[in-house]
């Protein structure tokens, strides 16, 4: 469990196709304090760490990972957000991640607001139920606020600190992102779904 608050970003340094994984090597100043076997959120993806070199670890996404994320476009140079996972002791100071990517929107639009930036985002149809105007979404594993929210599309704003200290700043027009919708969302709404299909 996360809570979409970033603590560094870390760099691709390599990437191995072995059938239908792919491992990434990934340069961090946070690997000499990782263990293996521990979970790391990249980019809002849970992903284990496999092997620690230094300021390098490995880790490795499978078929299922490549084809619900857009971690099959990261390459060597490729920034990614990186998060531990919660401890029951610390602040919840975002809100509860999984680390279990629904699926990939686009960024439409980049804003300067001369203080702050403005990023909007499409999704796909299927997913305009679990995301409500003023509700939390994780973006490349950043916990935001959602507004101007429609049936594919929404937008956030970032604080500087949050352009700064995350690998949304690198975002172009176009680009994929993993999207992450509020889990308490989701199982509302299973459970509506749940009493609609129970009523004769």
């Known amino acids: 469990m996360f809570t979409g608050i970033?603590?560094?970003?870390?760099?691709?340094?390599?990437?191995?196709?072995?059938?239908?994984?792919?491992?990434?090597?990934?340069?961090?100043?946070?690997?000499?304090?990782?263990?293996?076997?521990?979970?790391v959120a990249h980019n809002g993806v849970c992903l284990t760490v496999e092997e620690i070199a230094g300021d390098r670890?490995?880790?490795?996404?499978?078929k299922e990972t490549l084809d619900k994320t857009a971690l099959q476009e990261?390459?060597?140079?490729?920034?990614?957000?990186?998060?531990?996972?919660?401890?029951?002791n610390s602040r919840l100071d975002g809100h509860f991640v999984q680390g279990h990517v629904d699926t990939t929107g686009?960024?439409?639009?980049?804003?300067?607001?001369?203080?702050s930036y403005e990023l909007t985002f499409s999704f796909p149809h299927a997913f305009t139920a679990l995301?409500?105007?003023?509700?939390?979404i994780c973006v490349n594993g950043v916990s935001l606020t959602a507004f101007n929210v429609s049936d594919t599309k929404f937008t956030v704003g970032l604080i500087p600190y949050t352009w700064q200290h995350t690998n949304l700043q690198y975002l172009k027009k176009?680009?994929?992102?993993?999207?992450?919708?509020d889990l308490i969302g989701k199982y509302i709404l299973r459970k509506i779904q749940g009493i609609a299909t129970a009523i004769p």
């Open 6 to 39: 970033i603590e560094a970003t870390g760099e691709v340094t390599d990437v191995q196709t072995t059938g239908t994984n792919k491992s990434f090597w990934i340069r961090s100043p946070l690997a000499p304090t990782f263990k293996v076997d521990q979970s």
């Open 57 to 62: 670890y490995k880790v490795t996404a499978i």
């Open 74 to 88: 990261w390459q060597t140079g490729t920034a990614v957000n990186l998060e531990q996972s919660l401890m029951v």
């Open 106 to 115: 686009n960024c439409e639009a980049i804003e300067n607001q001369n203080g």
């Open 131 to 136: 995301i409500i105007e003023k509700g939390s």
């Open 174 to 181: 176009g680009a994929a992102v993993n999207l992450e919708f």
